[in-house]
């Protein structure tokens, strides 16, 4: 390696990863193993203090912040794969190659995540997308981003998987593209929205295979951004939280299948959710979608541990990152307790992956500790 990337070489264990990668798949594939994955992402706030959004398409400051962030959490050697995520463009690319004009953050964010240009809407009306034709992969930033793969896996270990920018689900996608008013074509005009929602799907999967060969990374593996081997392709796809359980199944989830079949699996889903905001009409409609077999969401690991039955077997949970690790310690008095009451309820059952971040090496590897001991419980 060259420049200021850290040495990582140092933290790699090949046999490790194998037992995270079979502790992973055991747990979306709902095999008993009597223990919760869990992966503990070290992010140092000090280390983003200086990115300059302003050089956001130059991998070099983004780079070395990430292969620092990996140095740190490779250390605590939680339940995590060796991933550096092209994480800091938010959801650019995609818009970029409808030729999105790109709204730029005041401020970037220490973690790297959500964050990004903003774009804004490219179609005034929906009957612009009736002859719509598929745009190039190559356009829009792509060139940028492809320069920010090929630097990234030049200078990383080749352990290291290089996961590119997480894509929008192609609702959400179709949604920046058109705006709010989107929510409005849905009934107004479905099959106008059907074709730009297709649109997206189609080349949500081509620009990610584009970048996974430029990474050397194989098509039927899905390594997230978070380091979990996911079920399929992990896309984030917010948006859908504003649809009923009926115009899900109609407008989302056939995208969600196109998409799975293109790169040969079964789906991984993400949505936001908030304390007061659990979005639970979710769950039933994944849990019935043969094309969905994880779920990924904050606080999904209480709705799992309240509807373990109607999960068990079809449909796996990915959780407890963002604003959850800070919830349970306010209602339980500290993670050690929230652990000790909820790993011996469920660590038999299977189907769950927990990931969050904490700000240090010290505290990860104390939250670490804590976890093991849990399970002894």
């Not at 809407?121 to 940028?144: R, Y």
């Not at 310690?329 to 189907?351: H, I, L, M, Q, T």
């Amino acid at each position: 390696m060259s420049g200021d990337v850290v040495n990582l070489d140092r933290f790699w264990d090949p046999g490790r990863a194998e037992q995270v990668a079979c502790l992973h798949r055991r747990a979306f594939a709902w095999e008993p193993q009597g223990y919760i994955p869990l992966g503990v992402h070290v992010v140092n706030p000090a280390y983003g203090r200086d990115l300059d959004y302003d050089a956001w398409l130059d991998p070099e400051p983004f780079l070395a912040f990430q292969a620092r962030v990996l140095a740190d959490t490779l250390a605590v050697g939680s339940d995590l794969l060796p991933a550096a995520a092209i994480n800091h463009l938010g959801d650019a690319l995609l818009p970029s190659l409808f030729s999105a004009q790109l709204f730029m953050p005041e401020a970037g964010s220490a973690t790297l995540q959500e964050v990004g240009p903003t774009p804004l809407p490219v179609f005034a009306d929906i009957s612009e997308v009736a002859e719509l034709p598929m745009p190039s992969a190559s356009g829009g930033i792509m060139p940028a981003v492809e320069r920010l793969v090929r630097r990234y896996r030049e200078a990383l270990p080749p352990w290291v998987r290089v996961v590119a920018p997480m894509p929008s689900g192609p609702f959400s996608a179709a949604m920046e593209l058109r705006g709010t008013a989107l929510l409005l074509d849905l009934a107004d005009a479905p099959a106008l929205s059907s074709r730009l929602i297709e649109v997206c799907a189609r080349l949500i999967w081509a620009t990610e295979e584009r970048l996974r060969r430029l990474a050397g990374t194989p098509l039927d593996e899905h390594v997230t951004n978070f380091g979990i081997l996911g079920a399929g392709l992990r896309l984030g796809d917010d948006s859908m939280v504003n649809l009923s359980p009926a115009m899900i199944r109609r407008f989302v989830l056939p995208a969600i299948a196109l998409i799975n079949r293109l790169c040969g699996g079964r789906g991984h889903v993400h949505f936001c959710s908030l304390p007061a905001s659990r979005f639970e009409h979710i769950y039933p409609v994944m849990a019935g979608a043969a094309e969905v077999a994880v779920l990924s969401t904050q606080f999904g690991f209480e709705y799992y541990e309240r509807h373990l039955a109607d999960l068990s077997g079809r449909l796996a949970i990915e959780s407890f990152y963002g604003d959850a690790y800070g919830y349970v310690c306010e209602r339980y008095g500290s993670f050690r307790a929230w652990a000790n009451d909820f790993v011996p309820r469920v660590k038999d059952a299977s189907g769950l992956v927990l990931y969050f971040q904490v700000g240090s090496v010290e505290e990860g590897q104390e939250v670490w500790a804590r976890w093991q001991e849990a399970h002894q419980r």
